[in-house]
């Protein structure tokens, strides 16, 4: 589902341009709804106790660009390392990687 609203949505920020008002470009609305998504899935991954492999695979599905913070992501990965404090080091590795800094 998150796979299909993101393909759906990514198709649409690259039809639509943006407005540009007072020497900003306004945030194209599809773009808001992506980051509201962003924001929604990376709350989800704070709140719940999900297997390595699943959360990399719903963490990965946001686009960066529906990022512009990481915060939220962040606090969902910290919390993750301290839920499971026996990963690997690598195991560590993958999932900072899904921070975009």
């Known amino acids: 589902m998150l796979d299909y609203f993101m393909s759906m949505e ?12 007072e ?3 306004d945030v194209p609305q599809s773009l808001t709804s992506v980051t509201s ?3 929604l899935v990376d709350l989800f991954l704070a ?3 999900l297997k390595l492999s699943k959360f990399q695979s719903v963490a990965a ?4 660009y529906a990022r ?3 915060d939220d992501i962040y606090r969902a990965i910290d919390i993750l390392l301290k839920a499971h404090p ?3 080091d690598c195991e560590r590795e ?6 975009n800094i």
């Open 10 to 21: 990514s198709s649409s920020i690259h039809n639509s341009p943006c407005i540009v008002e």
């Open 23 to 25: 020497g900003f470009e």
């Open 37 to 39: 998504v962003a924001n």
């Open 47 to 49: 709140d719940v106790n």
């Open 61 to 64: 599905g946001v686009p960066d």
């Open 68 to 70: 512009p913070q990481s």
């Open 86 to 88: 026996w990963l690997a």
């Open 94 to 99: 993958q999932i900072c990687r899904l921070v």
